[in-house]
């Protein structure tokens, strides 16, 4: 039965004091030098000072998330950082190692194609099925191009997701920056009516692509509709066929994550498109960390609607006091609320009742996750630029 | 505190330990996890074991066991061969190769061996069992159907006829 709900005035919160901000920052700020401490060792002068940097950047985004009680604000400019480091440092590796952004054939026979999180859902059926992996590269470490292997991009995301779930798409996806920077920069959407049927792309691609590379026993999702091979690398043109995957390609970068960000200011390609994005919601459900919307407070204003860059708030589900299951956790829509009625939310335990303490566990695990892996990935991108022009 | 409150945070602090505990245990565990799970990458791109290897002077040649692509995968059924060490083989080559172990060639394999490693690679094959495909000055035209230098070895991949 719907209650009507009593409206709370909004809470006023004052910002952290600076020594509690400090003492809160700490456990992260040591947990950021332990990472970036071999970088620190090795002798380049460039990865030292990139270490160095990226270590106090992440510090400094925390610090500000204490100061403020805001998660979005800083979390983006560490996103939107991954989102355009990542492709520096990726295509200088690539370059250097093979001359060209382009897979040579040669390079799949070896097992050298770098292999990243986006095929995952796409190899679990036909792996659970034949025992065998769908993809160009190596399964043990050593033999990809980073070194990894197809068992270690496995390995860990499985570890990040336990841990944030599809957190994933706001603390640990190296593409999604691009986009989420992009539709940073346009003061208002110039696109505003978008149909909600759009959010079921991501399911249809996703089941698609499934279903294909289970039938042709190929990375379809990789060989044909992947907008990042535009930024990463792309199948070598070597025929008519290749001219035209990498057509689609750049016109999905292009569409997807250049142009339709800048009209509607959101993350259109994860919120549209993107399959691994449809895979990673399931594990929302084994997620302990989600956002909740508190309807003793909420007016509702639809603010917080209008700030998901993924579309993951209706007008049903603010009703029903929740997310859709595609919440990826960025804390737009907390940011937004002037009432304080989007919080962060345990599961299990009151809503809104300690909805701080409930932030910081999500930090504290979700931060890590970030300093570990996609610090790792600006350091990198960040040693390639102080090596090139300094 | 309710037990469902008691079991939200616990889930929570373990979630955060689990941050802590990924890149010194989870992340090798959970790595090595995957690996034990005697996956493998699809023979259409690794080639398929290799199953003899007949030495012919200096070099060798590795013979790998014919690959079947699945149902709807658009590769023929093909059969690898390696060459190895490059450093060890003639300007020109041409071998018979007996592939299918019965003591007769079952195919005139020929092609150049370049000084420069990335000078494309062209092959003839002439068949001497129908059940191989013949090939004309090929050079990567599909996974099976293909002459490439890997490392240090030069492959190729003949098709094989449908029977």
Not at chain 2, 23 to 46: C, I, M
Not at chain 2, 138 to 152: A, H, M, N, T, W
Request: hydrophobic fraction near 50%; aromatic fraction near 10%; glycine fraction near 8%.
């Amino acid at each position: 039965m719907a209650t009507e709900a009593r409206i709370l005035p909004p809470r006023v919160i004052a910002p952290r004091t600076i020594g509690r901000s400090v003492l809160l920052t700490l456990p992260i700020a040591l947990w950021s030098l332990l990472i970036f401490s071999n970088s620190f060792r090795q002798p380049s002068r460039s990865v030292q000072i990139a270490g160095l940097l990226t270590a106090v950047f992440m510090m400094a985004l925390f610090f500000m998330m204490m100061r403020t009680w805001s998660t979005y604000r800083w979390r983006r400019w560490f996103f939107v950082a991954l989102g355009i480091l990542f492709p520096v440092g990726f295509i200088h590796t690539v370059m250097v190692m093979r001359g060209t952004m382009g897979i040579p054939m040669e390079e799949m026979i070896a097992g050298r194609t770098p292999f990243c999180f986006m095929p995952i859902p796409l190899l679990i059926l036909p792996a659970a099925l034949t025992r065998t992996v769908v993809f160009p590269g190596s399964i043990l470490p050593g033999a990809g191009m980073s070194g990894g292997g197809i068992a270690a991009m496995f390995g860990l995301w499985l570890a990040i997701t336990l841990v944030v779930g599809k957190g994933w798409c706001s603390y640990a996806c190296f593409f999604g920056g691009i986009e989420e920077g992009v539709a940073s920069v346009p003061k208002l959407a110039k696109l505003r009516k978008i149909d909600p049927r759009w959010r079921y792309g991501p399911w249809a691609v996703l089941l698609a692509m499934v279903l294909l590379s289970l039938a042709l026993f190929e990375p379809a999702y990789c060989m044909w509709l992947c907008p990042f091979k535009a930024v990463s690398e792309y199948v070598a043109a070597r025929n008519t066929l290749g001219l035209i995957q990498n057509g689609i390609f750049i016109a999905l970068f292009a569409g997807l994550v250049i142009v339709l960000p800048w009209l509607t200011k959101k993350r259109t390609q994860c919120a549209f498109f993107c399959p691994f994005g449809a895979f990673q919601s399931i594990f929302n459900k084994t997620s302990v960390f989600e956002v909740k919307i508190d309807r003793t407070r909420c007016s509702p204003c639809v603010l917080c609607q209008n700030a998901c860059p993924t579309m993951s708030l209706t007008e049903e589900s603010i009703a029903q006091g929740n997310t859709l299951m595609s919440c990826m956790k960025c804390g737009a829509c907390v940011d937004v609320c002037p009432k304080h009625a989007a919080v962060w939310h345990i599961k299990g335990t009151e809503v809104a009742v300690k909805p701080e303490r409930a932030r910081l566990m999500l930090l504290y695990a979700a931060w890590a996750m970030a300093v570990m892996f996609g610090g790792t990935i600006i350091a990198q991108g960040l040693a390639t630029l102080l090596h090139v022009f300094i | 505190m309710k037990i469902r409150e008691k079991l939200g945070y616990t889930a929570a602090g373990l979630t955060v330990l689990a941050a802590v505990l990924t890149p010194f245990v989870l992340l090798g565990r959970f790595t090595k996890g995957v690996a034990a799970l005697g996956l493998h990458v699809d023979e259409v791109y690794s080639g398929g074991p290799k199953v003899r290897t007949v030495k012919t002077g200096a070099y060798s040649i590795d013979i790998h066991r014919p690959v079947s692509p699945h149902l709807l995968q658009s590769e023929k059924p093909f059969v690898q061969l390696d060459w190895r060490p490059v450093s060890a083989l003639p300007v020109h080559v041409s071998d018979a190769v007996d592939v299918d172990g019965d003591g007769r060639p079952d195919v005139r394999v020929s092609f150049d061996v370049p000084k420069d490693a990335k000078t494309p690679l062209r092959v003839n094959v002439e068949a001497l069992n129908p059940h191989y495909e013949a090939m004309v000055n090929v050079g990567k035209e599909r996974f099976s159907k293909l002459i490439v230098r890997v490392d240090d070895a030069i492959l190729v991949r003949v098709p094989l006829v449908a029977q």
